[in-house]
């Protein structure tokens, strides 16, 4: 404006009405505004553009893994078991930064049909490797791996993976539920007495990552899911090694022994070979990704049985502690609960994670002030309060100036020094860009502290949480604190507030200035203000219920979408992609549409 005003005063010599210069300023404003929507904009653009640049980099940093090796569908091979031909598998692309250099080297090998067959052998021999491998997670640089997915896979991995469902619900894993096989194949993984003590029996919730469970009670979950599913074809990863030895030689007997598995492909990676050798039809021993040995138990090679018998009195050292968490005391239950003892009423009962619940009605105004509080107390507030009532002054000083400087041409046209008005007017320019600077500077400044101090507060408070916080909270709905409300109160809360008192300061100025040159604007102005007073508190109300709705929709998306990131192994080896992907959709659709 400056530049303008001198340029038209000072080169064009034309006086500076009252009209020129309101007009001006008015144009000035609305161009001032279309700057900063400008300025707005380009942020969003580069901030879109650094997500796709993020976005490109992980869907280019490596390439998927290719399904066409492991033969899935081949309708001559159709009753064909789970096999090698001649192949050669890596975790990583040959050369690629992160290859460790593992690789499973020529292994040619067929499992028994319709029977056990182990894999055993030292530690990282590649017996984990041997089952992802069949199951396409590996990458086959050269032969072959088959697996027929016609009659269904099942997988127990080792380290169990449980969602937060109940016990039986994760049990049958989307499939129907039939009580007489249900029954059978909790008797064979020796959960029945586990039902016994819990509260809720069968109905008892997991929790988070099967935090209400034992290490042995998880792994006889996920071995109860894979024997019950209607698989053809069962795969297991140790899931003997977090059970005591008696659970085990139940396992063992009514489990691998039993009609469960009975007439099923089974392949089973363990160090327990002398529970198993009486059942099994075929042995494999590995070390360093070759197979050494690959023949009946009792044909093992007396070399083969040391290298194994190495192993297993270590396992056996590991799991025996296990005995005293894998089967909790009869006299008490999950919850806490004694057996025999009356158990609670309701419908919570079982129930690990309660619903999120979220407030009704205003926001109370103690947060807002426990919100100003982070600035610094009153004495901080009372300052910027100051900053921010100088500044909007200074506006109305620059306004002011111009209407004087206006005043001028009309009262002396012929005798106006310009060189004088504009020296004072860039003086007052100046004056109120300082004051915008501080009182803005000032205003951030105390709300990155604010912020800096709420975040401490609430890291403090999850980290200093007890255990049983953790058990029955999900982690999606700490991240959802930690990530989305954080960012609204640290780029959202403070900018609005400071908005919110300039602008009522604003028009408070101004209705003053226009009420004592016009008295009669006081009327229509007030009546304006108590119409678009009620019209925000009631826009404020509705919004509220709505944006605390989404608040407490998004939690559920994340703790889904992670619980499937940590069991996507076991979800991709039952083929239910589709099924997460629909409750995916589903939960991004109640998010979307509250």
């Known amino acids: ?3 303008t005003f001198g340029l038209y005063t000072k080169v064009m010599k034309q006086p500076l009405t009252a009209s020129i210069a309101f007009t001006s300023i008015s144009l000035f404003d609305i161009l001032r505004s279309q700057f900063l929507w400008m300025a707005f904009v380009s942020q969003q653009v580069l901030y879109a553009f650094v997500s796709f640049e993020r976005i490109d980099k992980f869907l280019n940093c490596e390439e998927e893994l290719e399904q066409s090796a492991v033969h899935t569908d081949d309708s001559a091979a159709e009753d064909r078991p789970p096999s090698y031909e001649n192949a050669t598998l890596s975790w990583n692309v040959p050369g690629a930064e992160d290859d460790n250099n593992f690789r499973l080297l020529d292994v040619s090998v067929e499992c028994a049909p319709d029977g056990l067959t182990v894999v055993a052998g030292p530690v990282g021999s590649g017996k984990t490797s041997f089952l992802l491998g069949l199951l396409g997670e590996m990458r086959v640089l050269k032969g072959k791996a088959h697996l027929n997915r016609t009659n269904g896979i099942a997988f127990a991995a080792q380290t169990p993976w449980l969602q937060r469902e109940t016990v039986r619900n994760n049990i049958l894993f989307g499939t129907d539920y039939h009580e007489e096989r249900y029954q059978k194949v909790v008797d064979a993984c020796g959960l029945s007495a586990d039902f016994e003590i819990f509260e809720a029996g069968d109905q008892t919730e997991v929790g988070e990552r099967g935090v209400s469970l034992s290490g042995g009670q998880k792994a006889r979950v996920a071995l109860a899911r894979a024997v019950y599913s209607p698989a053809q074809i069962v795969l297991l990863d140790d899931v003997l090694s977090a059970l005591d030895a008696a659970t085990a030689k139940t396992v063992v007997e009514k489990c691998l022994m039993g009609d469960v598995l009975a007439g099923r492909t089974v392949v089973l990676v363990t160090h327990h070979l002398s529970l198993v050798s009486s059942v099994a039809k075929k042995v494999i021993v590995l070390e360093d990704g070759r197979i050494v040995s690959d023949c009946a138990p009792q044909a093992l090679p007396v070399d083969m ?5 190495e192993e297993e ?3 056996q050292k590991v799991t025996q502690p296990t005995d005293l968490i894998d089967v909790p005391p009869k006299a008490l239950s999950i919850n806490g609960v004694r057996n025999g ?7 919570s009962k079982g129930k690990l994670v309660q619903e999120e619940g979220y407030g009704t009605g205003r926001i109370p105004k103690r947060l807002v002030w426990d919100y100003l509080r982070n600035y610094g107390g009153i004495v901080v507030m009372v300052l910027l309060m100051i900053f921010n009532i100088a500044d909007r002054l200074g506006e109305l000083a620059n306004q002011f100036f111009v209407a004087l400087w206006s005043d001028e041409y009309t009262n002396h046209p012929d005798n106006v020094n310009v060189d004088l008005w504009l020296g004072l007017y860039a003086a007052v320019l100046v004056g109120t860009t300082l004051l915008d600077v501080a009182t803005y500077g000032a205003w951030f400044g105390f709300q990155w502290l604010a912020a800096r101090r709420l975040h401490d507060k609430l890291v403090k408070s999850v980290i200093y949480s007890p255990i049983r916080f953790f058990d029955t909270t999900p982690v999606g709905r700490i991240i959802n604190r930690l990530s989305n409300d954080v960012r609204s109160v640290d780029s959202k809360l403070g900018p609005y507030l ?3 008192i300039m602008q009522c300061l604003e028009v408070l100025m101004r209705l003053v200035v226009m009420s004592g040159l016009i008295p009669v604007f006081l009327f229509p102005t007030m009546f ?6 009620g019209c925000g508190m009631m826009y404020a109300k509705a919004q509220i219920g709505v944006k605390r709705i989404v608040s407490v929709k998004e939690s559920p998306l994340m703790s889904h979408f992670g619980d499937a990131i940590n069991g996507i192994l ?4 039952f083929s239910c992609q ?4 629909e409750e995916n959709m589903k939960r991004v659709d109640d998010f979307s549409i509250p």
Do not use: D, E, H, Y
Request: glycine residues 12%; hydrophobic residues 55%; proline residues 9%.
């Open 1 to 3: 404006m400056l530049f």
């Open 498 to 500: 400071l908005q919110l």
């Open 528 to 533: 304006a203000s108590v119409l678009g007073l």
């Open 313 to 315: 009195p270590a396992a």
């Open 578 to 581: 589709g099924r997460f992907l």
């Open 305 to 309: 049985i040391g290298i194994i018998a």
């Open 341 to 347: 003892a009356p158990k609670p009423n309701g419908t």
């Open 570 to 573: 076991t979800i991709r080896a």
